[in-house]
Structures are given as structure tokens and as C-alpha cells.
């Protein structure tokens, strides 16, 4: 193998080393490209989900203009199938997951006291192969003539059942994208999972116990070991599904004997700690931003934890709620039934001390805090109709109806979009030194929430009424025309509100009308405050020693044994928030050595939709692939981590 | 291998960064390859046409290449036992004869897919191909990685890559090496030699 | 009306029989709810929230609403809806008090002044927790016992003398098909997308699809089932009629059977509810429930027409 000869320097190695050099000192697009700064990585994260968001979001408009009126034929039902389908892949694989990775990336080596995470060029991985992903199966679109209307996106559900989703029933390419692209992103995320698992267990400064950790970065933890057992899952289920529709295997095939149900088992195994992937970072989010704009510690830490711990652990015993309806007899669902009915109280738990961190509060009802209350009370909402259709009995008539689309709505735009948008108002004046309008931001919120539950609440009522999920046009006389006119109009209204935060985010930061943030805006609790804004590229000049939960609340406010508040000496906090360097940031900076830039994770990336574009067009294309994932990885292992000086 | 960003720190639970990184990954790994042989016991004796599995396994055979593959895991650990001494040219004789044996069970496994075709078998015959050749075949794909690796650090140490101070890059190859050979000794037990 | 007969009924005192029940009809029917609003002055504020939730269904029912899950026509149904409201109303009850409460919370602590120090620093309490950790525990697991016995109603065999009809789902329709009338060829008698049942006796629905995974539903009989590809063991048409309560084996795939009972004559709609591709939004079906000598004249009706040329 010709590239193992790198120790000593080959002219391909000298120019990437160049490369590397500009990438390092440079403010360009090569340093973006680069990059293995955490900062900078979670911003591409955040950038590309939001994006992304936009895709899916105007997906969903498309759908709700369909169903607007009965019969409407805006759409063709293939149109409608590629278009729903695409609308649940991107929002769960390409926008929740990402936008939490942005928020891991962006926070938790800042949270625990760390320069970077613990594998900066495979977190660079991470995001490359997550964008590669992205971007090939999207453009699953344009495989056959967009231009007159035919898409070629997938089209059997974002859940792919088997048979649906084998070549039989769904010619074309579409599905063939689906099983490759969420392969190449599933491996994102495992890659992702691995690394803060790493991060968070063995790059806490001295003194960040355990449990001195911020709540965000406990459930950071948990989410990851969920990536790191649920993917794997996933990744054979596609696996399963690419042979029986590439290389004609018989996984799912019932003509050879097989039994379609193994792909939900499979499906589901993975989708159900799936959805704890999904909230989880959330519900750290919410932990975070209720007791800083409360002024109050999070009630009952230790409690939020183990409920959160709780949770992940049961996320595995309750994958047949989704399977109700297939016949598995009463044990099986009587068994998942109060397993799924119990996960509520991990759940309640954390509601009851959300609120009992407001009681008694000073509460400020700034942007990030009302969003974050938001998300606890939808996400409340959508828990309890869960618990509704938990009820086996009951479950089988709402399953498949709008009743559950209505649920998950609930719990994943009310309970994780509401407490990401918290996040990025909340977290955006470190990393950019200015603020969002508040304006702007309380009009945002409030169209988002009316827009919300004008959506979504009267799909409980379309369920209820019989309207079953996934279907491209229904005629009158059902009784669910003014429940589709309303739900279309609260997604035109969720639709001003994205209008709204666009053009905040342009007065804040391409007009650069937005107030300077300073580093403390909020009277925060977390380490991350302590640090100027926006953070210096090497985080820490001094890795800080942590004395206890919210270490930086307790280097400006002391606390007497009746829990009343005595600032700290002024002058004091200031000092010991910088970390003591007193200003001289850039000086600290160089004694630092950091990791270098590399092009390897890219390269590496490339490789995988490359290859994934061969198995499906032709076999002579994979090698090149595999070629550019093999020179990746090389180069990745033998180039130093950290240019000598 | 990759390195962390800050190997020179203390971690905060003493493992390498790198070690805790494998173990999660093997951790994820068995999840892997259990939903594999979960499919495959679940289409166990449901294929409705043949060939079937008591038709073809010859078990002697399989037998040589898995006491092959285990041996392989000795030499593993001779190679390992060797660098950590600061024997770099024991290492890499044990390294190279670990690859060697692990080549020589792909042989075996290309022999035995060879004969399975020939004898009417192939992925889309009944379930029993499907299930098998995949299986199988993910596995065989995770020793070719793992010789791959080890023809890796062999060459890298014939440049003088490796001294004592990075067993660890030993240790890791390892580490995966023992993984590889243990889902072998749980997919012989339960596909060939258990049989219903 | 044979209604009460499961479990999940006699439990329904814990909530308040007379509320409960009216519950279930009031949603289709707004005057009862009026009614027992009127007789339980007591209980109004609790009505009010039901009212608020229920106005909204029932501006909805001022149309036809063929596939109203509350409409309910069958004791499956009945069953379901008494099960979804067990859990609703405890749902309803945990809303306004943890939505109420944020809002309250919100406004009662907001900052009144931009100086105010911070409050009094309180970090838990651990009697606090235990109690919100057990009390929901309880109330999941009150309402968990009673589902554990409808399920086991719910999904007991259909009975002996159970009506079969075999349901093939395909794309995009549905193929009815009676083992138990066969005509002078020695077939049974089919139909497509519309199927007549007897009232009043229970009718095993066995459901096998020949293509994708399709979902049988009639909400005004009973829940969904999903209906699998089955590869039948035997080839169909010299297949004997399985005897009660035992489902044809499949090689590929499975069979599900369920049970459905009309309790009174109409026609019923339903579709498809698990999605099978293009049209599946027009994979509709009917099901007319018949007194039984209607029902046996529309058979002797059948009969007649298939042996005198087929269908």
C-alpha cells in the first residue's frame, strides 16, 4: 500500500500539508472545509440542518396545500407519497438529529472544560458524511424528470415498511437512495454517538464529576449510548433491505418464506430509542435555560438525571407500540402496553421539576425562556396523548390516524423544535457576541405557537374521526374538511414565523444590527459563560478546577445555608470568569497546542455516497469510492493529530 | 489510528481516549452482528426449497478454519505481549503470522462460498442463502478489515513506526482482532454446529 | 344492547359513570352532553373542558362523519372508545393542572424589576419527588390494569359460531370472500369493496393480502388490523373452509384474523390504514351490517346471480 509510506514526506503529503497550513491561519472557505474546531464544526451542523429545515418545512407546505380541500389536485398521489415520505426522513435524519449534534458539538467540550472533543478529525467525519448523506438523498429528487413533475425521492414512508419498499412495489431508484443514504448518515450519527460518549466520560477539567455536569451534557451522554446501541440496529435492517433490493436476497421476500415483520421489529428497535435520540438533547436544552432565566438551580438535579437515565434505558422495552396492529397477540401487547404507559413517569418526573424550578423564581420572560416553557407545555400535551393511545384497546383505532400524527407532532416539533429554537436564542450571543432581537423573537414565538397548535391540535380531531395517516387526498362528506382547512392554515402560520426568524437573523448579523452580547448576557449558571464571546478558538487559556454544579453561578453569587443569594465581591467574578488571564487571550492562546486542520475526514467522507452512487448505477463507480475512503482513512491515521512547532 | 487531540492530558477515568473509543464501538459492534444472527435463527428451517444447511456444512472443515481464526488470537496476543516487552521484532513476526492466519480463514471462507455456490446456493435461493451468505459475509468482511489493519502495522513498523511507547496501536488492533475471532466462535456454535 | 360486557365498562365508576358514559355518546350527539351538564352541576368546571374539546368534534358533526371513532356501532368499538377514554380522562385533568400551573408559575414569579436580586436558592425535595414519582406510577398503572383485561377481551379468538369471512387486501381494494356460501360450482360467493354481515353476531374477518402490508379498519365496528402478505400453504380455491378459530398456515408472511360485531343494521365505512402505496387514499371499503333475514336474502340473492353466469 503506497500511502503507508508517509513518515517520510511524499509530495501528495507536502502539498496537503500547505494546504493544512493555509486552512490553520486563514478565515476562508479552506478553513471551513478543514476544520476540526467543535465551534466551528457545530455551526456547519447547525447551519446545514437549518437548511435542511427549510426542505422539509416547505415539503410539509406542500403537503398541507394538497390536503387543503378535499380532492384537491395540486398534487399527484405519486408527488404526495416522495414528497411525505421525504418530509419525515429529512425532519427526523437530516434536521433534528443534526441541529442536537449542533448543540453536543457547539457545548459540551465548553460545559466540561475541554479544548475540543476527544476526536476532533472524527468529528469532522461526522458532519462530512452526515452533509454527504444529506445531499445524496436529496438529490434522489432529480433521478427522474423533476422538470415535468416527476420526482424521484423515495416513496414508501419515511418507514419503509417491507414489501412496500422492496423493487416489486417501489420501482425506480428512490428507495435504493433511502436504504444507501441513511446508511452513510446512520454512520454519521454512530461516529457522533462514539465521540461524545468518549468526550464527555474522559475530557471533564479536574473536578467535573459526574455529577457536577450540566444536565444538557448527562443527556448528551445518554443520547449517545442510545447512537451507539440503536444505530448498529438500523444499519442491518438497511443493510437487509439494500440486498433484497440490490442483489435480490430474500429478507423480506414472503414468496421465499420470509416474514415482512422482521423489518419493523428491526425498524423499531432502532426507532423507538430513536425518538429518545430526538428529545432527549431537548430536554437537556430546557433543563439549562429554565434555571438561568428562573435565577433558580434546576429543582431536583440528581432526579432529572435518573429520569433521563430511566428513559433511555426503557426506550428499549417499548418498540411493539408501534406494532399493535400486526397481530402479535395479547401477551406481547399487554407486556409493551404497560411498559409504554410507564415510561411516563420518567417523563413526569422531569415536567413536575421543570416547574418546580420556575416556582418561586425570579423568572425573566426573555425569548430562549419562552421557548422553553413552550416546549414543556406542548411537550406535555403530547406526552399525555401518548399515554392515550398507549391503551392497546385504544391504540387500535388511533394508529396510522392523524391522531397520532397529531401526538408526534406534539412531542417532536412542540417538545424538540420549540426547545432547539430555545437553544440557538439562548446559546447564538456566545458564539457571535450579538443578540437576536427580542422583538422579533417573542413575534416569532408566538406564531410558531399559535401556528403550532392551530396545525396539529385538530389532527387529534381528523384522527379521532377516522382520518387515516399518509393519505394524498380524501373526499367530503368524511367530516374532515374543516380540521385539514385549519391544520393548512396553521402550517402557512408556522411557515411566518421561519419568515420571522430569517429576517431576525439578518438584522441581527448580516445588518449587524444586533445589541453586542458581552460574555455573561443571561447571568448564566454553565462553564461556557465564563468564556469571552464569542469563544476564543482554543476555548480555555487555562483548563478551569471545578468546585461543584454550576461552577460560574458560584464564582459570582455565594450562597448562605438558607439558600439566600450574596453576590460575590464585585471584581472578583469578573476575575475568575476569564479564568484569570486577565485579558491577554491572545497571548494565552499560543502556548496551546491544538489540533491541526485535516482534509482526510472529507476525503474519507467522499468516499461514502461515491461508492453508494455505484451500487446503485454501476458497480464500476465503487471502487472509486472505496478508493478515496481507504486514501481518507490513511491519511487520516498516519498525518500527525497536532503540527509540531 | 487515529490519535486523540489531547493524548498528552490526564484522562478522567485513566483510559486512553482511543481504548474507550474501541470498546464502544465493539459494544456497538455486537449489536451488529446479534441482529444478523437474529435473522438468521428467526428464518432458520423456513426456507421453503433447498439447498439446506445440513446439506452443505461440512463441519470438519469449518472446524479447521475456526481453530485457525482462534489461533489467530494467540498470536495476537504474542505480538502484543512482544511490543509491550519492547520486542519490536517479535511483534512483527507474531503480527504478520496473525495475518497470515487470518488470510488463510478468508481462504477458507471463499473456498467454502464457492462450494455452497456450486452446490445451488446463492443469496437469493431461499432464506437460508440470504441469511447465511450475508452473515457470514459481514463477518468475513470485518476479518479482511482486521488484516488489512495488521498488514497496516506491519509495514508501519517495518519503517520504524512503532516502538514500545505505542503498543497501544497494538493493543487497539487487538482488541478488535479478539472481537472479531469471539463473534466467530458464537456464529459456529449457533449456525453450524447447533443444528435443530 | 349487549354493552357493559368488558371490563373496561364496570371500571368506568372510578370516573363518574353518568359523565363517562355520556361522554362517549355526547361526541356524536350534543344535546345528551347538554343533558348531563344540566344534572351534574357539581362536576361543571370538569364539563366545561369536555365541552371546549367536545364543540370542536362536534362543529365537525354538524357533517356526516362516516369513520367517527366515537360513532360507535359494534362492542369493539364501544370497547375502544370506553378504553381511549380512561385514559383521556386522567390526560385532561393532568393537562389543565401542569399547563395551568406553568402559566400561573410563569406570571406569579415573573421579574418585576430588572434589579431584583435572585430568589432564595432551592435545589429539590426529596419528599417532593418521591411523591410525583409514585402518585403518576399509580395513576399509569390504575389505568394500565383495566387495559391488560380489554386486551385479553379484545383479543380472545372470535367465538364458535363466529361468522368467517375471508378479507384478500391488494392493491388498491379490498376482495371479500364467503367459505361459508359456496354456489353450485363449488365456490365461494365474493365481493369487492363492499361486504354485507350479519347483525348481531360476531364476524371473523381473516385477513391475508396478495402484494404490500394493507391495515383493515372500520371505525364504527372496531380497531384496525394489519393484513399481510401470506403465501397460504395450500393452493386457495380446493382449500376446505378452516375450521373455527384456526387461521390457514402461511409459508411467507402471517394471517390475522379479527373479530368485529355489528350491533345494529347500517353501512359502515373503512380503508385502508396502512399506507400500500399510490392510491392508497381510495383503498375504501363498506361494510353493510344486515338483520339476519336480510342478510340471508342478499346470500340466497348471490347465490342465484353467480351460478347463473358469475361475477
Known amino acids: ?645 | 489510528m487515529a490519535h486523540a487531540a489531547t493524548g498528552h492530558l490526564e484522562t478522567s477515568t485513566g483510559l486512553d481516549n482511543r481504548k474507550l473509543l474501541m470498546w464502544f464501538f465493539l459494544a456497538s459492534d455486537c449489536l451488529f452482528f446479534g441482529s444478523f444472527i437474529a435473522a438468521y435463527l428467526l428464518y432458520r428451517d423456513r426456507s421453503l426449497v433447498g439447498p439446506y444447511p445440513e446439506d452443505l456444512f461440512d463441519i470438519p472443515f469449518t472446524s479447521v478454519s475456526a481453530f485457525v481464526l482462534l489461533m489467530s488470537s494467540v498470536s495476537m496476543v504474542l505480538a502484543l505481549a512482544a511490543i509491550q516487552r519492547g520486542n519490536v521484532r517479535g511483534m512483527r513476526i507474531w503480527l504478520f503470522t496473525t495475518a497470515m492466519l487470518g488470510t488463510l480463514f478468508i481462504a477458507g471462507q471463499a473456498y467454502e462460498f464457492t462450494e455452497f455456490y456450486h452446490e445451488g446456493l446463492t443469496l437469493s435461493t431461499n432464506l437460508f442463502g440470504t441469511t447465511f451468505f450475508v452473515l457470514t459475509g459481514f463477518h468475513g468482511a470485518h476479518v479482511t478489515i482486521g488484516v488489512l489493519i495488521l498488514l497496516s502495522l506491519f509495514v508501519y513498523s517495518l519503517r520504524g513506526g512503532i516502538q514500545q511507547k505505542d503498543s497501544l496501536n497494538v493493543e487497539l488492533a487487538g482488541l478488535y482482532w479478539h472481537f472479531v475471532d469471539i463473534v466467530w466462535i458464537v456464529i459456529f456454535t449457533l449456525i453450524y454446529l447447533v443444528q435443530p | 344492547m349487549p354493552r357493559g360486557r368488558n371490563v373496561g365498562y364496570s371500571l368506568t365508576a372510578w370516573w363518574g359513570v353518568d359523565l363517562h358514559a355520556a361522554a362517549i355518546s355526547s361526541l356524536a350527539n350534543v344535546t345528551q352532553t347538554l343533558r348531563v351538564l344540566r344534572r351534574n352541576r357539581a362536576r361543571l368546571p370538569l364539563l366545561l373542558v369536555l365541552l371546549a374539546l367536545l364543540a370542536l368534534v362536534l362543529s365537525g358533526c354538524t357533517t356526516d362523519t362516516p369513520q367517527n371513532t366515537f360513532d360507535t356501532k359494534g362492542e369493539v368499538a364501544d370497547a375502544q372508545a370506553k378504553s381511549f377514554l380512561i385514559a383521556m380522562w386522567p390526560a385532561i385533568v393532568i393537562m389543565i393542572g401542569v399547563l395551568g400551573g406553568i402559566v400561573l408559575i410563569a406570571l406569579r414569579w415573573r421579574e418585576r424589576d430588572p434589579n431584583q436580586p435572585p430568589p432564595k436558592q432551592v435545589h429539590g425535595n426529596t419528599r417532593l419527588e418521591i411523591a410525583w414519582t409514585i402518585a403518576p406510577a399509580v395513576l399509569l398503572l390504575a389505568i394500565g390494569v383495566p387495559m391488560v383485561a380489554q386486551i385479553a377481551d379484545l383479543g380472545r379468538e372470535p367465538a364458535d359460531d363466529a361468522y368467517i369471512i375471508n378479507v384478500v387486501g391488494q392493491r388498491y381494494s379490498w376482495l371479500f370472500e364467503y367459505p361459508e356460501e359456496i354456489d353450485s360450482e363449488g365456490k365461494p360467493i365474493q365481493t369487492v369493496n363492499e361486504a354485507h354481515i350479519p347483525v348481531g353476531r360476531e364476524v371473523s374477518f381473516q385477513l391475508r393480502s396478495v402484494d404490500v402490508i394493507h391495515s383493515f379498519w372500520v371505525p364504527k365496528l372496531g380497531g384496525k388490523r394489519d393484513v399481510f402478505p401470506c403465501n397460504l400453504v395450500t393452493p386457495e380455491p380446493e382449500a376446505p373452509p378452516t375450521p373455527h378459530g384456526e387461521r390457514p398456515p402461511c409459508d411467507g408472511g402471517q394471517m390475522n384474523i379479527l373479530w368485529l360485531k355489528a350491533d345494529e343494521p347500517g353501512s359502515f365505512s373503512g380503508q385502508c390504514a396502512e399506507y400500500c402505496g399510490l392510491e392508497h387514499a381510495r383503498m375504501t371499503m363498506t361494510i353493510h351490517a344486515d338483520a339476519q333475514a336480510d342478510f340471508d336474502a342478499w346470500v340466497k340473492e348471490k347465490l342465484a346471480g353467480s351460478s347463473g353466469g358469475g361475477n
Open chain 1, 1 to 645: 500500500m503506497a500511502t503507508v509510506t508517509v513518515p517520510k514526506r511524499s509530495a501528495l503529503a507536502e502539498a496537503l500539508a500547505g494546504a493544512r497550513h493555509a486552512a490553520d491561519t486563514g478565515h476562508g472557505v479552506l478553513s471551513w472545509i478543514a476544520t476540526v474546531d467543535h465551534k466551528r464544526i457545530g455551526m456547519l451542523y447547525g447551519i446545514s440542518a437549518f437548511l435542511l429545515f427549510l426542505v422539509g418545512g416547505l415539503e410539509a407546505l406542500l403537503i398541507r396545500t394538497q390536503l387543503i380541500v378535499p380532492e384537491s389536485g395540486v398534487l399527484t398521489s405519486d408527488q404526495y407519497n416522495r414528497l411525505f415520505t421525504m418530509h419525515g426522513v429529512t425532519m427526523v435524519f437530516m434536521v433534528v438529529m443534526p441541529l442536537s449534534a449542533a448543540f453536543f458539538n457547539l457545548l459540551v467540550p465548553l460545559m466540561i472544560g475541554a479544548r475540543d472533543v476527544a476526536f476532533p478529525r472524527l468529528n469532522a467525519f461526522s458532519y462530512w458524511s452526515f452533509l454527504g448523506g444529506a445531499i445524496f438523498l436529496n438529490a434522489s429528487f432529480f433521478t427522474r424528470d423533476i422538470f415535468s413533475g416527476e420526482l424521484g425521492a423515495p416513496d414508501a414512508g419515511w418507514f419503509g415498511y417491507a414489501p412496500l419498499s422492496l423493487p416489486d412495489f417501489t420501482p425506480g431508484h428512490g428507495m435504493d437512495f433511502y436504504a444507501l443514504g441513511l446508511q452513510i448518515m446512520g454512520l454519521s450519527s454512530l461516529a457522533g454517538g462514539l465521540n461524545f460518549a468518549v468526550t464527555i466520560l474522559n475530557m471533564r477539567a479536574p473536578g467535573m464529576t459526574l455529577f457536577r455536569m450540566p444536565v444538557f451534557v448527562w443527556m448528551t451522554l445518554v443520547t449517545s449510548f442510545l447512537i451507539i446501541f440503536a444505530m448498529p440496529v438500523i444499519a442491518v435492517a438497511l443493510f437487509e433491505l439494500t440486498f433484497d433490493r440490490l442483489f435480490n436476497a430474500n429478507f423480506f421476500n414472503t414468496e421465499a418464506g420470509g416474514n415482512p415483520i422482521l423489518w419493523q421489529h428491526m425498524f423499531w428497535l432502532f426507532g423507538h430509542p430513536e425518538v429518545y435520540i430526538l428529545i432527549l438533547p431537548a430536554f437537556g436544552i430546557i433543563s439549562e435555560i429554565l434555571p438561568t432565566f428562573s435565577r433558580k438551580p434546576l429543582f431536583g438535579y440528581p432526579f432529572v438525571v435518573f429520569s433521563g437515565i430511566a428513559i433511555g434505558f426503557m426506550s428499549w422495552g417499548v418498540w411493539v407500540h408501534h406494532m399493535y396492529t400486526t397481530g402479535l397477540g395479547t401477551i406481547a401487547n399487554s407486556a409493551f402496553g404497560i411498559s409504554t404507559i410507564l415510561i411516563g413517569v420518567p417523563t413526569g418526573i422531569k415536567i413536575f421539576n421543570w416547574m418546580g424550578t420556575m416556582f418561586g423564581g425570579v423568572i425573566r420572560l426573555r425569548v430562549p425562556m419562552m421557548f422553553a416553557i413552550g416546549a414543556v407545555a406542548t411537550f406535555t400535551i403530547g406526552g399525555l396523548s401518548g399515554i392515550t393511545h398507549s391503551m392497546v384497546p385504544s391504540d387500535y383505532q388511533q394508529q396510522d390516524s392523524y391522531y397520532v400524527v397529531a401526538h408526534f407532532h406534539y412531542v417532536l416539533f412542540g417538545g424538540a423544535i420549540f426547545a432547539l429554537f430555545g437553544g440557538i436564542f439562548y446559546w447564538a450571543p456566545k458564539f457571535t457576541a450579538r443578540m437576536f432581537n427580542e422583538t422579533l423573537g417573542h413575534v416569532q414565538f408566538w406564531l410558531m405557537m399559535i401556528g403550532f397548535n392551530l396545525t396539529f391540535f385538530p389532527m387529534h380531531i381528523s384522527g379521532l374521526l377516522g382520518m387515516p395517516r399518509r393519505i394524498y387526498t380524501y373526499s367530503d362528506g368524511m367530516g374532515w374538511d374543516l380540521w385539514n382547512l385549519m391544520s393548512s392554515i396553521g402550517a402557512f402560520t408556522i411557515a411566518a414565523s421561519i419568515l420571522v426568524f430569517i429576517a431576525n437573523y439578518v438584522y441581527t448579523f448580516v445588518m449587524k444590527r444586533g445589541r453586542e452580547a458581552g460574555d455573561d448576557p443571561w447571568d448564566a449558571r454553565t462553564l461556557e459563560w465564563s468564556l469571552p464571546s464569542p469563544v476564543p478558538h482554543y476555548n480555555f487559556a487555562e483548563i478551569p478546577q471545578v468546585h461543584s454544579l454550576d461552577d460560574f453561578w458560584h464564582r459570582k453569587y455565594r450562597e448562605d445555608a438558607e439558600g439566600n443569594v450574596l453576590p460575590v465581591v464585585a471584581g472578583g467574578a469578573v476575575e475568575v470568569a476569564h479564568g484569570g488571564d486577565g485579558g491577554g487571550h491572545e497571548e494565552a492562546g499560543h502556548g496551546i497546542h491544538l489540533p491541526s486542520p485535516s482534509y482526510f475526514p472529507l476525503i474519507a467522507a467522499l468516499g461514502l455516497p461515491v461508492m453508494a452512487t455505484g451500487l446503485i448505477y454501476d458497480y464500476a463507480i465503487v471502487p472509486v469510492g472505496a478508493a478515496l475512503l481507504v486514501v481518507g482513512l490513511y491519511g487520516w491515521a498516519l498525518e500527525p493529530a497536532t503540527e509540531e512547532d
